[in-house]
């Protein structure tokens, strides 16, 4: 089925909440628009209520708060695409990930920083790639000037990495983005960077300073932006609004220049050699155990998109040793998920499912590209991934005993692997090799079966419940917790009391587990876990929203146990939810059951009152044209 535009819809709603100018930011919850405004009365909310796709406008907690149902996912999509309006900001992003411990924090942050100049870093290490074979080749020399200007391409980026990270990290962090590159010039500047060549003893106000590379450095400028964040925010608040535009930057270059060759550089430099010392270490200890685990830990450090948060490691040991090993070690995952998704191809008969896998291989397999093949296939289906995992250790051990490396940054795909010539080649490419093929093959035979397909469409999902929707019909939906039955119009949220999303019942929770009410299909689960869509065997939509405005938990005190697209049965455990830290917080824990597809129905009624068990009936469905008797 085509998808719906939204185009129309996401201009409306930004002319109704006062323009883009008025919103500090946007993000949607389970089933609702979610705006941050600078100035309510400029919210024109009777407008806003009655276009076309809007159930219900709600002014609560200072939001404001458009309840679209289940396609706010598109239409956030549209509003962000069409207009100027920004989504959650980041800062406040970073704030709500507080609970976070530390390592994922910085790695996740890294990531973050990363990602804006991937396809420049990508580019460039294929463009060395390309130069190694042709110098390999005799097609060119170094001293040729085609060859140093081709490699002036390729190797800028890298050398001037702390200028690009210092522009992504200004921008993540909310700092003067052009006062950030200031800084990072500074360290690559040409004659500091002769000083450490030469050796120099430099002092900066007969304070000795200890000089180290900071050309393709990575941590000192990450942590010297994040520090002129802060400065920047209390020179603000200290200078006189008279002189604050041209003191700010003068005073933030002043100081965190000096900072940073003094203290952060140093400190940066030392503790990021620890951890290269700390992986070449357990890589020499046992090279086989240690390229097996990274390999077979790798899928999942790409699929929670921190595979870049590693890069500091990789570029310390370039500039210690002249090549990386930890991104040569971890490579053939690249093959191995590129070899899954070809089994999958080789298997289905399903065009539409052949001509995804086909693209997603290809992508894989010649830009390194696996993101197609992992979130569009191999994971989605699982035992692909789970076999590329495997595939991907063993290439992984192959790699670390045959000691291969790269001298620069590259992502493995067939136009990158001149790149990795030396030592260790042949070992690489075998590695490589084995890692697609193997996977390919165990994939079709053991990995993938047609069956394994989730149609959208609801006849398909009842089929495969082994339910067939065809004549007289009634359908019941039984209770997800043990608790207390109440009516909607007793919810203290007016979008469920109006019964604005479908009727249906609320509970008020006396314990946390939270099972399948029917038998179904996983249809829609948000990233905090606070709520969970199903399509029961019967076409019901049933959205189950614990607690009221717990989006706001940022997913502290839930813990879900199921994924989008998995068939459940009744009593299935869908998720735990902490009601203490719920209650703690603030925030109410009665939790709304709804048939989100009511009007389908020509009667939802309450079929349970008072207390009830997990599994009780509790909401009794007639299809259209039938009674219940």
């Not at 100027?84 to 406040?92: L, N, P």
């Not at 006062?179 to 002769?194: M, N, R």
């Not at 051990?397 to 590259?410: K, M, Y």
């Amino acid at each position: 089925m085509a998808k719906k535009n939204y185009d129309d819809l996401s201009k409306k709603i930004e002319t109704f909440v006062g323009g883009s100018e008025n919103v500090i930011s946007l993000f949607h919850c389970a089933t609702r628009l979610r705006f941050k405004v600078k100035d309510g009365s400029r919210v024109d909310k009777k407008r806003l209520g009655q276009l076309e796709g809007v159930i219900k406008v709600i002014d609560s907690g200072g939001q404001i708060q458009v309840v679209i149902g289940n396609q706010v996912a598109d239409v956030y999509e549209a509003i962000l695409k069409n207009t100027k309006i920004k989504a959650q900001d980041e800062a406040e992003e970073v704030e709500n990930r507080g609970k976070k411990n530390i390592l994922n924090l910085f790695m996740e942050t890294v990531s973050g920083i990363f990602a804006p100049i991937l396809a420049a870093m990508c580019g460039a290490g294929m463009l060395k790639g390309i130069l190694i074979l042709c110098t390999t080749l005799g097609w060119l020399t170094a001293d040729m000037g085609t060859y140093r200007i081709l490699y002036a391409a390729a190797d800028g980026v890298f050398t001037f990495l702390p200028v690009f990270l210092a522009f992504t990290a200004a921008k993540k962090f909310h700092a003067d983005q052009y006062v950030s590159v200031g800084i990072a010039a500074a360290l690559v500047y040409p004659d500091i960077t002769a000083a450490y060549s030469a050796g120099e003893a430099l002092t900066f106000m007969n304070i000795p300073v200890v000089l180290v590379s900071y050309t393709s450095s990575v941590i000192p400028i990450i942590i010297s932006i994040y520090v002129l964040s802060k400065l920047e925010k209390g020179l603000k608040h200290i200078l006189p609004e008279i002189c604050k535009r041209f003191m700010t930057p003068l005073l933030s270059l002043v100081i965190m220049v000096p900072i940073t060759y003094l203290v952060i550089g140093p400190v940066a430099d030392f503790a990021g050699n620890l951890l290269a010392s700390g992986y070449t270490g357990m890589v020499g200890f046992s090279p086989i155990i240690a390229g097996f685990v990274l390999g077979l830990l790798w899928p999942a450090v790409v699929m929670f998109g921190l595979h870049w948060g590693f890069a500091p490691i990789v570029f310390n040991n370039i500039a210690e040793y002249g090549r990386d090993t930890l991104f040569t070690i971890t490579g053939p995952n690249n093959m191995a998920q590129a070899g899954a998704t070809l089994g999958v191809f080789l298997k289905t008969k399903n065009k539409e499912l052949k001509s995804l896998c086909g693209s997603a291989a290809l992508s894989a397999v010649l830009a390194g590209v696996t993101e197609p093949a992992i979130y569009g296939i191999t994971l989605k289906y699982k035992k692909p991934f789970f076999i590329g995992a495997v595939f991907s250790g063993i290439a992984g051990a192959i790699v670390a005993a045959s000691g291969a490396g790269a001298p620069t940054l590259l992502s493995t795909s067939i136009l990158t692997l001149p790149g990795y010539i030396g030592k260790g080649f042949a070992g690489f490419c075998i590695a490589c090799a084995i890692a697609y093929f193997g996977s390919a093959i165990v994939t079709y035979l053991f990995g993938f079966q047609d069956n394994m397909i989730l149609e959208p469409d609801k006849n398909s999902i009842a089929e495969d419940a082994g339910t067939v929707i065809s004549g007289k019909q009634e359908a019941e939906i039984k209770s997800p917790v043990n608790g207390k039955v109440i009516l909607l119009s007793e919810v203290k949220d007016e979008a469920f009391a109006a019964e604005a999303l479908g009727k249906g019942i609320a509970i008020v929770p006396r314990d946390g587990k939270i099972c399948a009410p029917c038998d179904g299909v996983v249809s829609a689960l948000f990233p905090t876990g606070h709520a969970v869509g199903i399509t029961s065997a019967e076409g019901a939509e049933v959205l189950i929203h614990v607690g009221m405005d717990t989006v706001k938990l940022n997913g502290g005190g839930f813990t879900v146990h199921v994924s989008e697209g998995q068939r459940i049965k009744a009593g299935d455990l869908l998720m735990e939810a902490d009601l203490e830290v719920i209650m703690r917080a603030g925030y109410d824990t009665t939790t709304p059951v709804i048939i989100t597809n009511t009007e389908e129905y020509s009667e939802v009624k309450s079929a349970g009152e008072g207390m009830v068990k997990a599994g009780d009936p509790v909401i009794m469905l007639k299809m259209r044209g039938n009674e219940i008797e």
